[in-house]
C-alpha cells in the first residue's frame, strides 16, 4: 500500500510541480512579475505559519534560525522564484519546467567548485547533454521570438540560486524545526526583501485582477507552494535517491501542460531537446544512487 501512496505523491508532485511555468505565463498577462510574486509568497507564507504554528503546534524558528531563514528564503525564493517569474516574460512554459528539471545536474556542479567535492566526469558530460537539451528545445522557440537568449539566461541564474539554496539548507542545522514551519517563514521572508523592488517598480494600469491573476496566484500559492512541495519533502524523507527520479517527468508533463492550456508546439526539436536532459539527469541520478549505467 505504501509503493501505491509513493507512486501517486511522485506523480502528483511531478504534475504540479512542472504546472508552476503554465500558470506564471498564465498570471502575467494581467498583472506585472513581481506582483504576482509577492502575492503568491504571502499567501502561501502565511497559510503555511499558521498550519505550522495554529494547527500543528509546531515550535518558532529561535535564535540563528532567523537568519538561516532569511539566508534560504532570500536564495530559495527571492532570487530563484524572483528571477523565474522574470524570465517566463520572455520564454515559454514548457522551456521552464525543462529547466527546472536541470536542477540536480547544478547541484552536483557548484558542490564540486565550492565544497572542493570532486569534479566528475560523469557531472560534466550530464552538464553538457542538459545545456544541449535545453537549446535544441529552445531553437525553434527562439526562431519565433517564443523564446529571447535573454530570457534563457535569467533563466540559468535562477536555477544556479535554486541550486545554492538547496545546498545551503541541506549544510545547516534546523534542530527539528518543522518543515512546514521552515517553509512558511522562508517564503514570508523572501516575500519580505523582494517588497521594495516590486514598490519600486509597480505600476497600477498594468495590473488587472481578473479571473487569470486570482486563478494564477491561487494555484501557485496552493497546489504548487504548498502541496507539491510537502509531497517532495514526502518522497524525500522515504528515499531521495528514488524521490529525485520523479524530475524525469517534470520536463515530459512540464510540456504537456503548456500545450494543452497554451497550446505551445511540440515539435521534433521539443522532443529531442527533453531526451537529451532526460538522459543528463538519468546519467547523476544513477551514480548518485549507486546504479550501473549501461
Not at 17 to 33: E, F, I
Not at 159 to 187: E, H, K, P
Not at 201 to 214: C, E, K, L, P, S
Not at 242 to 247: E, G
Request: net charge positive; charged share 10%.
Amino acid at each position: 500500500m505504501k509503493k501505491v501512496w509513493l507512486f501517486l505523491a511522485g506523480l502528483v508532485f511531478a504534475v504540479l510541480w512542472s504546472s508552476a511555468s503554465t500558470a506564471t505565463k498564465l498570471g502575467l498577462v494581467a498583472v506585472q512579475p513581481l506582483v504576482i510574486c509577492i502575492t503568491r509568497f504571502f499567501l502561501a507564507g502565511v497559510l503555511m505559519v499558521v498550519i505550522a504554528h495554529l494547527v500543528l503546534r509546531s515550535r518558532l524558528p529561535q535564535g540563528k534560525e532567523w537568519g538561516q531563514l532569511a539566508i534560504y528564503g532570500f536564495l530559495n525564493i527571492s532570487l530563484y522564484l524572483g528571477l523565474y517569474v522574470l524570465a517566463m516574460q520572455h520564454v515559454s512554459p514548457g522551456l521552464g519546467s525543462l529547466a527546472v528539471a536541470t536542477n540536480p545536474v547544478f547541484i552536483n556542479l557548484i558542490s564540486a567548485l565550492f565544497f572542493r567535492q570532486p569534479l566528475k566526469g560523469y557531472v560534466v558530460l550530464s552538464l553538457l547533454l542538459c545545456s544541449a537539451g535545453v537549446v535544441l528545445a529552445a531553437w525553434p522557440l527562439l526562431q519565433n521570438s517564443s523564446a529571447t537568449p535573454g530570457g534563457l539566461l535569467i533563466l540559468l541564474v535562477s536555477m544556479l540560486a535554486y541550486s545554492a539554496g538547496v545546498l545551503y539548507f541541506s549544510r545547516r542545522s534546523w534542530n527539528n524545526l518543522s518543515i512546514m514551519s521552515i517553509n512558511g517563514w522562508q517564503t514570508l521572508l523572501g516575500g519580505i526583501f523582494l517588497l521594495p523592488f516590486a514598490a519600486v517598480t509597480y505600476r497600477a494600469g498594468q495590473n488587472v485582477w481578473d479571473w487569470r491573476t486570482i486563478g494564477a496566484v491561487l494555484w501557485l500559492a496552493i497546489p504548487v507552494s504548498i502541496v507539491a512541495v510537502q509531497l517532495w519533502l514526502y518522497l524525500l524523507k522515504d528515499n531521495a535517491a528514488r524521490a529525485s527520479f520523479w524530475l524525469f517527468l517534470c520536463p515530459v508533463s512540464g510540456f504537456l501542460i503548456a500545450n494543452a492550456v497554451m497550446k505551445e508546439p511540440i515539435s521534433v526539436y521539443t522532443i529531442a531537446g527533453m531526451a537529451l536532459v532526460i538522459g543528463g539527469l538519468y546519467l547523476v541520478q544513477a551514480k548518485m544512487s549507486g546504479k550501473r549505467v549501461p
